[in-house]
């Protein structure tokens, strides 16, 4: 049996058969296989096998790659009608060819053949950005086009995909919190021990509640399978160029191997910052920040075959990021002068993320039953953040958010064909998940109770191929909902308890389907066009709602979920040496979640949403030695206020910036041109964004109106290997030390938000493999 996107030549009669194996004589399943000239491909099965038919008499050129690997070109030579049979194996490499995705639909596919929008960043794409920064947000954000800008904090508010919230997974485990909402989920892992980042764009299911903007997969390494006993050591500093006490340290020690059956990958990382700071060498405000912290990532991944096709591996991480200052925000104003640090006694704990606890095991067996691959996960996540003070309530104090995810999912890909010339996949299983989420204050008092959910989905994605080239995809997902709220009291706004309301808790349900469906056509490189539908289900954010309270009973607040229906059509395309991609997007929700600030208290517009934007991205190899490339991103995002479907009435508003990003643009220039030398210089562009007019009540911009001016960042990265195993990076961020403000600290309109970005800062390490 075959997979879906098998593509047979009609010229011959000759058969090419074959098996893909790596250097261990382990099968490779879906690697591509193709003859170029004769436009004839397929690709290898579950179990390594691929077959091609139809091919003339003579001498051909089969090329076999795929991600991970060198790729390998071997002539076969076909004679009449016979059948040539031929061994391929594939040598592992360090670089990878981003041509096989999962995340889209829970599956192994070609990418080229994925009907939506994705970003796939390699090891190698990874590598180099974290030599300039190894904080995740800047590397999406550089990386990832749709994606709002990091906000240099420890949070990723207002870093939305293509203007909604994205939901963030590790090796499938979520870690977004989207029963309320904690903006710490895109720096959860240390990107030290990712193999590949996964974007999907744009409104899917297929893994549940929350991925309104589309999902990003950290999926995490797998050990060195050519070594029995191996390893990698990291040793450097980081600092500004301009003021003292900004020096800090980062080191890394990994080991791997592989032993008969077994392999193993265990890592660990630990990085102390100095004090941040801007470019004229005043401290950035502490508020948030990312100075003075201190970093752990512990990293252990086991897995043992116990037959050729049957696998169980097991996955922990623990991440813990928690800033330790000597300094206090000293307050700016707004539109003239930066809040910076000073220093000072903080008052309360330390911020920051406690711990971030994942386990994931897996079970996966190829044939399980006839043709049918099985794959069974259980997963594990215990998160613990700690936010800075807060002056929302009565007397102020720290708040802590808690999320607890417990998780089982069953995974069944069986293939078959609905005709001879018409081969089909169908995806289907069971997801189930209980997340509990809270946020209470530092000192014990309640600010969002206990939200206790049980989530159940069944799920059925179908692939199909037809006339050789024609891609067709659909699938729907069940979700099945059950949300239990303790009885609990709002937090008081003045003394003696004023403003508070008792609530009563109860049971919140939710069921609906959400459908996907999409086309792509892939027989011509030089335009490989798709189009998509696909919803997406999510709770709208519970615990906002809550502590907002302003009702006795919790059937009285507006908890209606958000469903979201994305359109989208692009196309990318090959021409030489020049990669092309361009895709444009339109969103719509008949209730969103517009955030708002209403005396004081934020709170979400619950209006019918319509978000759409177009994104474009280019590559071009110059020459062997020197490549360059960019993307530009534009997004923007009105509410229907009068819900009259028009979206151009006086009283329809645009989506605020914690939403709607501006504009993005990024080029990248890479060279290789001297031996042993890589350097890479990339230059980032955020738009101008000028909507929103000044509270006529306060003469200050409300959350998220505030106008953003334009700013233009260049950062670079080198790297030389002294000898075979030992490697020097240099990176810098902020290479001409620009003066600037963060699109976050502008659009936030507030004298204490008012941050300005880092000065330049350097980052020197030397790695040593073995």
């Given amino acids: 049996m075959f997979l879906p996107w098998s593509l047979f030549a009609q010229n011959g009669n000759g058969i090419i058969s074959g098996t893909v194996t790596d250097s261990l004589k382990h099968s490779v399943a879906f690697s591509n296989v193709q003859i170029r000239k004769l436009n004839v491909k397929t690709t290898s099965d579950k179990n390594g096998k691929f077959l091609l038919k139809g091919i003339p008499a003579g001498n051909h050129l089969v090329s076999v790659s795929i991600t991970g690997y060198d790729k390998v070109y071997k002539e076969v030579s076909v004679s009449g009608v016979d059948t040539t049979y031929i061994e391929v194996v594939l040598k592992d490499q360090s670089s990878d060819l981003s041509e096989v995705i999962v995340s889209a639909s829970r599956r192994a596919e070609s990418l ?41 904090q420890t949070g990723n508010s207002g870093q939305t995909l293509r203007g909604r919230n994205v939901l963030v997974l590790v090796d499938g485990i979520p870690q977004s919190t989207p029963l309320r909402a904690g903006g710490r989920d895109i720096r959860s892992i240390d990107p030290s021990v990712i193999e590949r980042v996964e974007v999907i764009k744009g409104a899917t299911a297929i893994y549940g509640n929350g991925a309104e903007g589309g999902l990003i997969n950290y999926i995490t390494k797998k050990a060195n399978t050519g070594k029995q006993f191996g390893g990698y050591s990291q040793i450097g500093m980081t600092g500004n160029t301009k003021g003292d006490s900004t020096i800090g340290y980062r080191v890394v020690q990994q080991f791997y191997g592989r032993a008969k059956k077994f392999d193993y990958i265990v890592s660990g990382m630990y990085e102390k910052t100095g004090v941040y700071r801007d470019a004229e060498g005043l401290v950035i405000s502490p508020e948030y920040g990312l100075g003075e912290t201190k970093t752990y990532n512990g990293f252990v991944k086991l897995g043992y075959d116990i037959t050729t096709k049957q696998r169980l591996e097991l996955m922990y991480n623990y ?49 399980v039953f006839g043709s049918t691959d099985l794959t069974a996960n259980l997963y594990f996540q215990d998160f613990y953040t700690i936010y800075s003070n807060s002056a929302s309530f009565y007397g102020s104090g720290q708040s802590a ?27 289907y299983g069971v997801d189930l998940m209980n997340d509990k989420t809270a946020q209470n204050l530092v000192d014990g008092r309640v600010w969002v109770p206990k939200m206790n959910m049980v989530n159940f989905a069944p799920y059925l994605q179908a692939t199909a191929n037809l006339f050789t080239d024609l891609t067709i995809k659909a699938g729907l997902r069940l979700e099945n909902i059950d949300i239990d709220v303790d009885d609990f009291k709002t937090l008081a706004t003045g003394a003696n308890g004023a403003g508070s309301f008792d609530v009563k808790g109860g049971s919140l349900n939710y069921n609906a389907f959400v459908f996907n469906a999409g086309v792509r056509y892939s027989k011509f490189k030089l335009f490989n066009p798709f189009i998509s539908y696909a919803q997406s289900f999510s709770v709208f954010e519970l615990g906002r709602v809550l502590r907002a309270a302003k009702s006795n009973t919790l059937s009285q607040l507006e908890t209606k979920p958000i469903i979201v229906n994305n359109y989208e059509a692009g196309f990318s395309s090959t021409l030489g040496n020049l990669n092309f991609s361009a895709a444009y997007y339109y969103s719509t929700s008949k209730l969103g ?47 229907d206020v009068d ?26 220039v890479k060279y290789t041109g001297v031996k042993n030398l890589f350097l890479d210089l990339n230059w980032m562009r955020i738009g101008d964004r000028d909507r929103f007019p000044v509270n006529p009540k306060t003469g200050k911009y409300l959350i998220g109106e505030g106008p953003v001016k334009a700013y233009d960042l260049f950062n670079f990265a080198a790297s030389y290997q002294i000898m075979k195993p030992l490697k020097v990076n240099l990176g810098i961020e902020n290479v001409l030390n620009k003066t600037y403000y963060p699109s976050i600290s502008q659009f936030y309109g507030s004298d204490i938000n008012y941050v300005r970005g880092n000065g330049r800062r350097f980052n020197l390490s030397l790695g040593y493999a073995f």
């Fill in 593 to 639: 979640a517009n955030l708002l600030e209403v005396n004081g208290t934020y709170i979400s517009q619950r209006i019918p949403e319509r978000v759409e934007g177009f994104e474009i991205q280019a590559d071009y190899q110059l020459f062997p030695s020197l490549a360059i490339g960019g993307n530009y991103a534009e997004v923007g995002g009105k509410g």
């Fill in 643 to 668: 819900d009259d479907g028009r979206f151009d009435s006086p009283t329809d508003v645009y989506l605020n910036t914690t939403r709607i990003p501006p504009s993005k643009a990024t080029v990248y």
């Fill in 401 to 427: 958010i808690t999320s607890t995810k417990k998780g089982a999912r069953v995974n069944l890909n069986t293939p078959f064909r609905l005709s001879p010339e018409v081969p089909m996949q169908v995806n």
């Fill in 319 to 367: 991440f813990s990021s928690r800033q330790d200052s000597r300094y206090i925000t000293k307050t700016g104003v707004y539109g003239q002068s930066p809040a910076i640090g000073i220093y000072g006694e903080r008052v309360g704990v330390d911020e920051g993320t406690r711990f971030n606890h994942n386990s994931n095991l897996q079970y996966s067996n190829r044939e």
């Fill in 112 to 152: 080229a053949q994925t009907p939506s929008s994705v970003t796939i960043l390699t090891a190698k794409d990874i590598n180099t950005q974290s030599i300039i920064s190894p904080n995740l947000a800047n590397i999406l954000s550089y990386s990832v086009p749709g994606l709002g800008t990091s906000t240099n």
